[in-house]
């Protein structure tokens, strides 16, 4: 068994029921493995949570690295819409409310500081990039709570509107 197959089980398990119902005894099940294999690959509860929450950075990075854009914020309001539209966004909420741990979200804050301070003194305007990096994590918030509040037409318009306020005058 694949360690990545081994957190979908896990991000699966808390979707279905909650942090609550995440031990490794049910990851193990619904991995289909024994407890012990579970344990090869993460030692304790604690080892699967961080294995998650690195994965979520990883894959954010992997998106911000695909978008095309001219200056970091362009690709990062390009990514948070990619997430948004492949539906991405429910993992990293269940992920970040399984973790009563601080430790356990501290590479999550430290690549939130990165996110939001790579580049900026690089981008055409510093604050409108500040602003829309800061509109990029509200409209992240809210589609991660209600994923049908913004359509695809919704999501087109704010994206024209956010690509307007970077565009220098």
Known sequence: MRRDELLDAAEELLCDQGSTALTLSAVAERAGVSKGGLLYHYGSKEALIKGMVERLIEDFDELMAAQPGETYTERYLGATLAAVRSGRLRRWAV???????????????????????????????????????????????????????????????LESRMRAILKPA
């Open 95 to 157: 992920v970040t409310g399984a973790s009563g741990n601080l430790f356990l979200l501290a590479p999550l804050r430290d690549a939130m500081a990165r996110w939001h301070r790579e580049g900026l003194s690089e981008e055409p305007d510093q604050r409108a990039s500040q602003i829309v990096r800061l509109a990029c994590e509200g409209l992240w918030d809210v589609a991660s709570h209600d994923p049908e509040l913004n359509s695809e037409d919704d999501l087109r318009a």
